[in-house]
């Protein structure tokens, strides 16, 4: 197998995003574009080199946190393409392959046309273009070919009248043998209506050289360059278009597919029902026969088979439900483990708890697990029954089988199969409140210095 080098171009500052985050960095299913391209070089079997601009140590950060053996190198002054190419030169000279030049701003590009890309290669082309057709080819470089072969990209501004009436446009990916690659970068000039040295140039330096310059067609959906906030959201369509159909295509209902959204790492199984408007973040993984209702908000979640979750429902934090276990409408639940057949039907909030199988949880009811400084865990044995509006104050353990009364504020640990009380009239004592604040403050500097140890 050829080995294969990508150049993920990310030095555009994306004034057009009127944003003070660099436009590589803009979400498309809950990842950042650049991040979907690292994504998709990888999936290829490429090893990444990245060019950034001045001042993109957010960029840097994201590249690294993604792929920590990436070769980063930076474009100071923008120049064009060509001399963007030009910075990440330590990475291309030592290539002893094929060079793929990609941009981080086309979050929708596909493995599948980078396997196309490497076949034409392998197959005897010095060097590959992208082209597609858009609907509007107004501001596309436009592809000039001959005999099935480009001799020439005309940018836009540069084209005549002619040469803006071709339908195949530019998309600016393109590969490269690598000494190919090597043997023109230096050659390409400046000398077009904006003074920028551009890669495209490299074709028509390559085809005076007597290389073969072949190409490939791309459909335009995939090669969306999300550099305004419309094209965030048209990148955002289309991905989700794509999630929606897999999802289907794997065995799952979505009653309203349109109204469903998909974050980039969406696990679901097979016969998983889907209602209207429920929102997936990143993170989330759900098991067979599963039922999700309409109007949920999940991300960062575990979801057992045959669990029922909904409608109104937010899961997150880490949340882990096991199978068969039913939330109801308005429960959220946050970094808690709920054990298999358990059920909150009600207007519940279970938060760093750990929740037994086959309990019941009654309408109202909520772990209290923050104290204004620290947070707490709440444990709920097997079999238990929470009788509605209850307070439980963690920490706090309630055992295997019990039962706590309704409206009950509980403090204390409840034993296994005990019934507990936790109603009593109300007493203020006066200048109390700074004491437990205090007391709480107090237990966190402790904590904290037991972890220095």
Known sequence: MTELLSIILAAGEGTRMKSAVPKVLHPVGGLPVVSHVLRTAKAAGATIAVVV??????????????????????????????????????????????????YADNPLITSETIARIVEKLDSGADMVVVGFRPQNPTGYGRLLTRDGQIFAIREHKDATEEERQIGLCNSGI????????????????????KGEYY????????????????????????????????KL??????????????????????????????SWDTEIGRDVTIFPNVVFGPGVKIADNVEIRAFCDIEDAVIGEGATIGPFARIRGGAELGPDV??????????????????????SYLGDAEIGSKTNIGAGTITCNYDG???????IGDNAFIGSHASLVAPVRIGNGAYTASGSVITEDVPDDALAFGRARQENKPGYAPKLREKALAKKAAQQAAKGK
């Open 373 to 379: 400084v620290n947070k707490d865990k709440t444990i």
């Open 199 to 230: 890669l495209t140039d490299a074709v028509e330096i390559a085809a005076g050289d007597s290389r073969k310059v072949d190409f490939i067609e791309a459909d335009a959906g995939e090669l969306v360059g999300v550099d305004n906030r419309i």
């Open 53 to 102: 601009g001045p001042n993109h140590e957010a960029v840097e950060a994201a590249v690294t946190r993604f792929e920590a053996g990436a070769h980063i190198s930076k474009q100071l002054d923008r120049l064009g393409t060509a001399h963007a190419v030009q910075q990440a030169r330590a990475a291309f000279e030592a290539a002893k392959g094929h060079v793929l030049v990609l």
């Open 233 to 262: 959201a048209e990148a955002e369509a289309t991905f989700q278009e794509f999630k929606r159909n897999e999802a289907m295509e794997n065995g799952a209902t979505l009653r309203d597919p349109k109204s469903v959204f998909f």
């Open 174 to 193: 393109m590969g490269f043998r690598g000494d190919v690659l090597r043997s023109v970068i230096d050659r390409i000039g400046n000398k077009n209506a």
């Open 326 to 347: 039913h939330l109801g409408n308005f429960v959220e639940v946050k970094k808690s483990k709920i054990g298999a057949g358990t059920k909150a039907g009600h207007l």
